[in-house]
């Protein structure tokens, strides 16, 4: 399960950054995790758990915004949803994409400190 590895990269990076900041304490680190990022949502919410504790971030909570799959249709001029995952398929009128526009983000946006 690779989701712990990137479990332990996010509590990482909010270390290092509560750090920077002089010891801020973390109550959630806020993520977006893009639907074709290969990083299953419920796996890396139960890595979190196992991977905080005996941290800094030990009573924090991991916040993930899920993002659709989009790409850009030729056929249509446009951004659409992905209509099939196998074949990036426009949604809309079932056409081939190679372009993707959205949907493979794994990033730290935001954390949370308490007062």
């Not at 990269?9 to 680190?29: N, Y």
């Not at 800094?56 to 989009?70: D, I, M, T, Y």
């Amino acid at each position: 399960m690779h989701e712990l590895s990137v479990a332990m990269s996010i509590i990482e990076i909010a270390e290092e950054e509560s750090k920077r900041r002089g010891g801020l304490q973390i109550s959630a680190v806020h993520l977006r995790l893009g639907l074709l990022s290969g990083v299953v949502k419920d796996a890396l919410l139960f890595a979190y758990e196992i991977a905080r504790h005996d941290t800094p971030l030990a009573a924090s909570r991991l916040v993930v915004e899920e993002v659709p799959g989009v790409i850009y249709c030729p056929a249509c001029e446009g951004r659409r949803p992905v209509g099939s995952l196998e074949w990036f398929c426009c949604a809309e009128c079932g056409s081939l994409a190679s372009e993707l526009v959205q949907g493979k983000e794994l990033e730290v946006v935001s954390l949370e400190v308490e007062k």
